[in-house]
């Protein structure tokens, strides 16, 4: 796993170092994304349960602790 404070430390928003590259962390719910179309999703579950119930329908509660542990 990547450390949020490397990529904030990467972050050129107005290429600084004229690299031709530019790019800043995009954010949800204050945490820096990860994953999805421009890391729009903080967490893998995020990514995962948006498009199944938006494209599929499918609704889903995550598992409590007491039944992953079941798993």
């Known amino acids: 796993e990547i450390d949020e404070d490397a990529i ?15 790019g800043r962390p995009n954010y949800d719910r204050g945490f820096v994304g990860r ?12 990514f995962i349960r948006g ?3 938006n494209h599929l329908g499918i609704t889903s509660n995550p598992l409590s602790e007491a039944m992953k542990a079941k798993l």
């Open 8 to 22: 904030l430390a990467n972050a050129d928003p107005d290429d600084a170092d004229h690299d031709g590259v530019s």
């Open 35 to 46: 994953f999805g179309r421009k890391a729009q999703t903080v967490s893998i579950e995020g």
């Open 51 to 53: 498009p199944l119930f």
